[in-house]
């Protein structure tokens, strides 16, 4: 299939880029990088009347340290991010989960900003910035306003973005001393979104998990802290050799709905295997 007619703006700066969306309403969209947004547009899954092309607006750009939290703009490109020292030495997690989002051409094209407001469930960034506690800044010809990841992501594609707002940046706090990180997912082929996957942030005390942080990714509707599997692993000694403490938390957190071409019970199978093996792989302190 082809994309429907629209119109097509390249704006020169964000207040005009704000404007642009507001004056034309819920029938315009900001692009950046598009790849997310060309593959909807060809298979007709959205029609808007007009693009903003706001790929190339410098407010919108760069990577800094700034009082303990990593700024990252929201045109940043995923290959960018996986390149900068800043973001290696302060936040590696972002690294080691950028580094399996689909493949180079894509990562060499594809936003941050982009990811995170088309907020596919299976996406690695939206479930990384819930689990780093990242705050999402956003403009529009009524300024600016910042709110957590994890209310910024409400639904099955869905988040709090309103229809006059762009994503300019993403703010993530550097983990204090002491956190821990792990990540691990499980494609069917290497590139491809993601059958199930996990980001965890957690202290570890005497072989104890303490205040564990979770967030999955393919297993619901949207990105959000899988509370009731915090709950079970908090307190819990590692390695972790089965799941029986922690099996009717899973189900709450990944429901076993099945899909074209995957059994819901498989993922949660999928989810419990790769819970267990990050966990048990995160390096403790010495």
Known sequence: ???RGFRYYRPGSLKEAVHA???T???AVAMAGGQSLLAALNM?????????????LPELQGI???DGVVRIGATTRHADILRNAVIGKRV???CEVGSHIAHAAVRNRGTIGGSLAYADPAAEWPAA???LQASVILASPRGERVIPAEQFFVGLLETALESDEIIVRVDVPIPASGIITGFGELARRHGDF???GLVVCTLIDKHKLIDPRIVYLGCSEYARPAVNMMRALDQMEIPLSNAANFADALRKDAPSNDVPGLRGETRQKIAEVLTRRVINSLERPK
């Open 64 to 66: 800094e340290e700034v």
């Open 92 to 94: 590696p997690l972002i």
């Open 25 to 27: 309403g819920p029938d």
């Open 44 to 56: 007709r899954l959205s029609n808007p009347s007009l693009i903003v092309d706001i790929g190339d």
């Open 21 to 23: 969306l507001r004056d």
């Open 1 to 3: 299939m082809k994309a």
């Open 129 to 131: 910035m819930v689990a």
């Open 194 to 196: 993601a059958i199930a």
